[in-house]
């Protein structure tokens, strides 16, 4: 990978946050006591950008994220604490949906936030599909209902759609399914799950509903018509898969919730 860092010598402060902050200890200090990048960078820098971003003067430039295109951060804009903890604890999971779709523009807005969802050595290995037309979700929940028909699993579920009501993926106007090759990320799991995460947030804050679809990723996992559907790239696996849509119904009170089971050492 090629890999270059600039640095304006008259705004450094020298307060080696750069330093400190690489995961890799990829800078070390040159004999004028100024950031460099060592050789090690070439293979070993996973792009995260932190050295740069860390900088108090804004002294550091790197190739992999550029200055100019890595905006400031607005503390102005952050949540506090009281409207976080209200937000997250006001989500709720949403199982009846309103037939309104959500426009393209929206879905990019909530996909380019979970870009900035967490992932192990910054592989950033997510791939998205989003499917948009409705008609296609039901296609889909249908065949992890033929999944469920074969295994005589939950009864009550096939009933129900023999009634014409989804219970799988419950009539959502969208469906978001993330995977990834397990070769690729050393943390899978965790790199989608986090990623479909920032997404199920992202959609709250606009309005939008979602339901982590478990029977979904069950199904994705091992019944091939269902497998086939997804058109995966070679080696791929599903990981996470979440409804979307805007919700029929708002939820008006925050329902209680177990006690954290902690140990304090
Ligand atoms: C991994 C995972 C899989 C889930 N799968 C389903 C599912 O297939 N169908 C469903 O109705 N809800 C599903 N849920 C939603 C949970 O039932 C829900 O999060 C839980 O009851 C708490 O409700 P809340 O999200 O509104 O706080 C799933 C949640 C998670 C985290």
Redesign the pocket.
């Given at each position: 990978m090629k890999i270059s860092l600039s640095l304006d010598q008259e705004l450094c402060t020298q307060c080696y946050s750069c330093i400190s902050e690489c995961p890799f200890d990829l800078l070390s200090e040159d004999k004028e006591g100024f950031p460099q990048l060592r050789k090690a960078a070439v293979k070993r820098c996973m792009r995260c950008g932190h050295c740069m971003a860390v900088c108090v003067a804004d002294a550091l430039d790197i190739s992999i994220s550029p200055l100019e295109s890595s905006p400031p951060v607005d503390r102005s804009l952050l949540p506090s604490p009281e409207s976080l903890k209200h937000f997250l604890e006001g989500?709720?999971?949403i199982?009846t949906y309103r037939k309104k779709s959500a426009d393209r523009a929206t879905l990019e807005k909530l996909l380019d936030v979970s870009r900035y969802a967490p992932s192990a050595h910054n592989k950033q290995p997510v791939h998205w599909i989003i499917v948009q037309d409705s008609e296609e979700v039901k296609q889909i929940a249908g065949l992890v209902v033929e999944y469920m028909k074969e295994l005589k699993i939950f009864p009550g579920l096939l009933r129900a759609w023999d009634q014409g009501v989804d219970?799988?993926l419950?009539g959502a106007p969208h469906l978001v399914v993330t995977h990834c090759d397990p070769g690729y990320s050393e943390h899978p799991m965790e790199d989608c799950?986090l990623a479909t995460a920032y997404f199920d947030l992202a959609a709250n804050s606009y309005g939008m509903g979602s339901?982590?679809?478990?029977?979904?990723?069950q199904a994705a996992a091992k019944y091939q018509p269902l497998i086939d559907a997804f058109n995966l790239p070679e080696g791929h696996k599903v990981y996470?898969a979440l409804?979307l849509g805007y919700p029929k119904y708002r939820?008006r009170h925050i329902?209680q919730?177990d006690e954290p089971k902690v140990t304090w050492k």
């Open positions: 989500r709720r999971s199982r219970k799988v419950r799950t339901c982590w679809a478990g029977f979904l990723v996470t409804m939820y329902p919730r």
